[in-house]
Nanobody, 121 residues
């Protein structure tokens, strides 16, 4: 299973970006899909997650500004980011809990390669 993320870039404070992440490979189904972010020297932190039943959770720091959505048919998760702040600058990683065709009863965690978001002041 591979996760391919895209959509990062440089944006001014107050601007918007949309991240996308698509899973591919021997997928039976996907439970949760979401996004983490990491700045140098700090731990990776949860930004937002979407479960298979449609529930979502967003970190307090992004509530009201970021929205996670997913397209189950396309194995894709999105992160719409608005009102971006310089402190949102980080590498954003997508992640998914995937049940593969080889292991259809237990999910495993998979990670994308990360996409850099830089917000200038």
């Amino acid at each position: 299973v591979q996760l391919q993320a895209s959509g990062g870039g440089l944006v001014q404070a107050g601007g918007s970006l949309r991240l996308s992440c698509t899973a591919s490979g021997s997928i039976f189904s996907i439970n949760a899909m979401g996004w983490y972010r990491q700045v140098p020297g700090k731990q990776r932190k949860l930004v937002a997650v979407s479960t298979s039943d449609g529930a979502t959770e967003h970190a307090d720091s992004v509530k009201g500004r970021f929205t996670v959505t997913r397209d189950n048919a396309k194995y894709t998760v999105y992160l719409q980011m608005t009102a971006l702040k310089p402190e949102d600058t980080a590498v954003y990683y997508c992640t998914a809990k995937v049940l593969t065709t080889d292991r259809p009863l237990w999910d495993d965690d998979y990670w994308g390669q990360g996409t850099l978001v830089t917000v200038s002041s």
